[in-house]
T-cell receptor, first 114, second 118 residues
Framework: AQSVAQPEDQVNVAEGNPLTVKCTYS??????LFWYVQYPNRGLQFLLK??????LVKGSYGFEAEFNKSQTSFHLKKPSALVSDSALYFC????????????FGTGTQLKVEL | EAQVTQNPRYLITVTGKKLTVTCSQN?????MSWYRQDPGLGLRQIYY???????DKGDVPEGYKVSRKEKRNFPLILESPSPNQTSLYFC?????????????????FGPGTRLTVL
């Protein structure tokens, strides 16, 4: 079975400060990892994904994430947060060769304040 | 514009009254999926389809049906809705099942359908 944990329901950060949204995963094999963002009353939008290769993945809107195999983590980061980054963020995992199965975390609400 | 559309966006109904939520994509994607989103539970997959006439159960298929007669459409059917199916529903499509190809191979999500069953 595969699973994703997002340990923080909410993360608060001041505009201009760096932000981190945490994600850990559990799969029995090599994972594919994703981050999605959901703005109010909208569907999920793709931010970035890790498939293979460089552990540091750069995505949309200045976000990046680092794949850490030993810690089974895929934390989302941004050097300087914007108020417009405030949204609900989901981490997801699928398994190499696992067909369609995409498992989402429970989501982390990011609030960026002035 | 590449998009996934869902209708209706909002629906209030009563227990037992059959309903269908439509989903359509204009990207010629083979893979489509339905999710429900509930507070504290994230997104859970209901059903998915690998191609026309090929569908299979996800994590929470009970009480739902789907069909895939055309590549672009993937309707979600609730034959006898119950209050525990009150939720926010998302349809998604992608080029490949795990959306692990090029950067453009990702799951595209519809805007969501908020369903309330009384």
């Amino acid at each position: 079975a595969q699973s994703v944990a997002q340990p923080e329901d909410q993360v608060n950060v001041a505009e201009g400060n760096p932000l981190t949204v945490k994600c850990t995963y559990s799969v029995s094999g090599n994972p594919y990892l994703f981050w999605y963002v959901q703005y109010p009353n909208r569907g999920l939008q793709f931010l970035l994904k890790y498939i293979t290769g460089d552990n540091l993945v750069k995505g949309s809107y200045g976000f990046e994430a680092e794949f850490n195999k030993s810690q089974t983590s895929f934390h989302l980061k941004k050097p300087s947060a914007l108020v417009s980054d405030s949204a609900l963020y989901f981490c997801a995992v699928s398994l190499t060769g696992g067909g369609n199965k995409l498992t989402f975390g429970t989501g982390t609400q990011l609030k960026v304040e002035l | 514009e590449a998009q996934v559309t869902q209708n209706p966006r909002y629906l209030i109904t009563v227990t037992g009254k059959k309903l269908t939520v439509t989903c359509s994509q204009n990207m010629n994607h083979e893979y489509m999926s339905w999710y429900r989103q509930d507070p504290g539970l994230g997104l859970r997959q209901i059903y998915y389809s690998m191609n026309v006439e090929v569908t299979d159960k996800g994590d929470v298929p009970e009480g739902y049906k789907v069909s895939r007669k055309e590549k672009r459409n993937f309707p979600l059917i609730l034959e006898s809705p119950s209050p525990n199916q009150t939720s926010l529903y998302f349809c998604a499509s992608s080029l490949s099942p795990t959306a692990t190809g090029t950067r453009e191979d990702t799951q595209y999500f519809g805007p969501g359908t908020r369903l309330t069953v009384l």
